[in-house]
T-cell receptor, first 115, second 113 residues
Framework: AQSVAQPEDQVNVAEGNPLTVKCTYS??????LFWYVQYPNRGLQFLLK??????LVKGSYGFEAEFNKSQTSFHLKKPSALVSDSALYFC?????????????FGKGTKLSVIP | DGGITQSPKYLFRKEGQNVTLSCEQN?????MYWYRQDPGQGLRLIYY???????QKGDIAEGYSVSREKKESFPLTVTSAQKNPTAFYLC????????????FGPGTRLTVT
């Protein structure tokens, strides 16, 4: 079984401040981890993924995420938030070696960047 | 959203009617997926297909059916057996292989009254 927890339903941050959106996961074995962003009434857009190697992953629009195996976390970060970053963010996990390509998503975190 | 089209964007149906949601991709991806999104519940997998003419049930398949006769098409039928069909439906596709990300269409918002 695999699962994802996004402990914060909403995160508020001031424009220009650093932002963090938290994600913890549970899989038996090693994970593939993904972050997606969703703007209102739109589909999800892929931001970044962790497959193997460097624990710090850089992605689109200045976002990065740090994989921490001991804490089973994959928090999304950005050094300086923009108002346009306001959206719904989803973390997802898939177990390495799983027979299917099925992704398990968290429930999402709504990010609001305040001007 | 590029490469995956879902139609229509909004769909209204009366209770008791079956309805089919379209999903087409021109990315030459082997795998395709259908998700349902409800407020505060994230995305839940309905069905997925890793190759043509084969598909598997996801976590909430009851009341839904799919077909995968062509690589680029994966239509979803919401049947009258689905107890609460009003939701936002998202189609996705990916290259075959577990490390690859999924690409999503723009979604169809279905309202059943």
């Amino acid at each position: 079984a695999q699962s994802v927890a996004q402990p914060e339903d909403q995160v508020n941050v001031a424009e220009g401040n650093p932002l963090t959106v938290k994600c913890t996961y549970s899989v038996s074995g090693n994970p593939y981890l993904f972050w997606y962003v969703q703007y209102p009434n739109r589909g999800l857009q892929f931001l970044l993924k962790y497959i193997t190697g460097d624990n710090l992953v850089k992605g689109s629009y200045g976002f990065e995420a740090e994989f921490n195996k001991s804490q089973t976390s994959f928090h999304l970060k950005k050094p300086s938030a923009l108002v346009s970053d306001s959206a719904l963010y989803f973390c997802a996990v898939r177990r390495v070696g799983a027979g299917s390509y099925q992704l398990t998503f968290g429930k999402g975190t709504k990010l609001s960047v305040i001007p | 959203d590029g490469g995956i089209t879902q139609s229509p964007k909004y769909l209204f149906r009366k209770e008791g009617q079956n309805v089919t949601l379209s999903c087409e991709q021109n990315l030459n991806h082997d795998a395709m997926y259908w998700y349902r999104q409800d407020p505060g519940q994230g995305l839940r997998l309905i069905y997925y297909s890793q190759i043509v003419n084969d598909f598997q049930k996801g976590d909430i398949a009851e009341g839904y059916s799919v077909s995968r006769e062509k690589k680029e098409s994966f239509p979803l039928t919401v049947t009258s057996a689905q107890k609460n069909p009003t939701a936002f439906y998202l189609c996705a596709s990916s290259i075959g292989g577990a490390s690859y990300e999924q690409y999503f269409g723009p979604g169809t918002r279905l309202t059943v009254t």
